[in-house]
T-cell receptor
Framework: EPEVTQTPSHQVTQMGQEVILRCVPI?????FYWYRQILGQKVEFLVS????????KSEIFDDQFSVERPDGSNFTLKIRSTKLEDSAMYFC????????????FGSGTRLTVV | KQEVTQIPAALSVPEGENLVLNCSFT??????LQWFRQDPGKGLTSLLL?????REQTSGRLNASLDKSSGRSTLYIAASQPGDSATYLC??????????FGGGTRVLVKP
């Protein structure tokens, strides 16, 4: 069964450093997303991406965050200057098309900012 | 603003008992509802997807119902097994093509 692949599975970074989280969505999917889950809290939406541009973003997704699809397979989330409160599990997801389609999530990247 | 609530937050049952997990949402204008399973420290595994026009979906021992007008969905897991121990999340897709998640129900099935 097709999978969404995320790397790395765990990343530790110092406050103020830049991090890039990587994702390979399912190949024929058109919509890509990032979500995050702070320990003990709900999974929350960050950003959606379609046709090489951001289609929607939450208030969490401020200027410190950016997304990119640098080639035909990868989808990345960059955090420019990490803060302690950015520590969370970050999930990438993709869906095929349309509002009725379901999501496939990756296994997540656990980001720890120290 | 869509709010999704899951009750109970935690549930412990003996092996073999049926599980009933509840999900409620405040805005009934949804496109679909998806149930996920999350093991500790792991990703989200999709279990069932119910479109807004559907009343239920079944997969093996799992059955999910949807009552859009009342803003409720229920996930039934028949004849629970210790391997069913996990956190179960429901999420609704509404305007903007994004998911809004509930807080999850943590399930423990005792052998």
């Amino acid at each position: 069964e097709p999978e969404v692949t995320q790397t790395p599975s765990h990343q530790v970074t110092q406050m103020g450093q830049e991090v890039i989280l990587r994702c390979v969505p399912i190949s024929n999917h058109l919509y890509f997303y990032w979500y995050r889950q702070i320990l003990g809290q709900k999974v929350e939406f960050l950003v959606s991406f379609y046709n090489n541009e951001i289609s929607e973003k939450s208030e969490i997704f401020d200027d410190q965050f950016s997304v990119e699809r640098p080639d035909g397979s990868n989808f990345t989330l960059k955090i420019r200057s990490t803060k302690l409160e950015d520590s969370a599990m970050y999930f990438c997801a993709s869906s095929s098309q349309g509002l009725g389609s379901g999501y496939t999530f990756g296994s997540g990247t656990r980001l720890t900012v120290v | 603003k869509q709010e999704v609530t899951q009750i109970p937050a935690a549930l412990s049952v003996p092996e073999g008992e049926n599980l009933v997990l509840n999900c409620s949402f405040t805005d009934s204008a949804i496109y679909n509802l998806q149930w996920f399973r999350q093991d500790p420290g792991k990703g989200l595994t999709s279990l069932l997807l119910i479109q807004s026009s559907q009343r239920e979906q079944t997969s093996g021992r799992l059955n999910a119902s949807l009552d859009k007008s009342s803003g409720r969905s229920t996930l039934y897991i028949a004849a629970s097994q210790p391997g069913d121990s996990a956190t179960y999340l429901c999420a609704v897709k509404a305007a903007g093509n994004k998911l809004t998640f509930g807080g999850g129900t943590r399930v423990l099935v005792k052998p």
